[in-house]
């Protein structure tokens, strides 16, 4: 089954703009470009299985964020934070942050 990761244009500007700041480095880039090629490649049910999986740290979240997911982009905290929309299989990124905020 196909695998799409989606990201939306809010967060794909506001990504940019703290990018330009300094908030994430170039390997920050170029792990989450990484990261969607990788589910999209394998397909989401494989990828959970994957070292890349494990590696990222990716996780469940619980209370407001409950029903959506986090990885690891970085050492001193950065996420992503996406959900997964099973019955088309979609990866929505809801969040990109440099430090270690779920709100």
């Known amino acids: ?11 794909e500007v506001k990504f940019n ?12 880039r170029d792990l989450i470009e990484y990261w969607v090629t990788e589910i999209e490649d394998l397909g989401y ?4 299985k994957s070292r890349l ?18 990885i690891a982009l970085n ?4 996420r992503l934070i996406y959900s997964v929309i099973k019955n088309a299989i979609v990866i929505k990124v809801i969040k990109i942050t440099p430090d270690h905020d779920y709100n």
Do not use: A, C, W
Not at 1 to 11: D, F, Q, Y
Not at 23 to 28: C, D, Y
Not at 75 to 78: K, P, V
């Open 1 to 11: 089954m196909i695998t799409k990761v989606v990201v939306n244009k809010n967060i």
């Open 45 to 48: 049910d494989e990828y959970v």
């Open 53 to 70: 999986f494990t590696v990222l740290s990716d996780h469940e979240l619980t209370g407001d964020r409950q029903g959506q997911r986090s």
């Open 17 to 28: 703009k703290d990018f330009k700041k300094g908030l994430f480095n170039p390997e920050v």
């Open 75 to 78: 050492d001193t905290g950065g």
